[in-house]
């Protein structure tokens, strides 16, 4: 299998950096470029006084998108010298489904990310990124789970 194209994704947490290392071994390896894809999650909002408004996109959702870009920008090194690597930040509703369809949008071989590792009730809670994006996807992807 040829890998020409990984979609590396991080939620911008310190665990998300433990892909970075051995990612960047298997890119280098197969000659891969990397896009590292951070999904900022449009959450809807009504507006006060009108609840009958189409929902909005959360005020202060394009600093979001800026200092997650700065943080991709400060991490991307971690990946080493030699691999082309490119950063992209996007918003929308539902991360998983969005980080699969910017997958198959763009063409990527493999979908690569670290899972948080949650169970129980903070499972339940939050959710998993990781299992909607398994999910959804239509091409491989490569979990690095948590570290104990």
Known sequence: MQLARI???TDLS???LRAFTPL???ASAQG????LLNVVEDVPVIPHG???APPLS???LQEEQEAAREWLDRHRHALGHGIECDVQVIRARKVGEAVAEYAREFGFDLIAMSTHGRSGFRHLVLGSVTESV?????RPVLVFPRSE
């Not at 891969?32 to 896009?35: G, M, N, R």
């Not at 398994?134 to 239509?138: K, M, P, V, Y």
């Open 7 to 9: 979609l590396l994704t």
């Open 14 to 16: 310190e665990e998300s």
């Open 24 to 26: 960047a071994a298997l």
């Open 32 to 35: 891969s470029q990397i896009t």
């Open 50 to 52: 009108a609840p009958f």
């Open 58 to 60: 959360a005020p202060g």
């Open 134 to 138: 398994l999910r959804h996807a239509d």
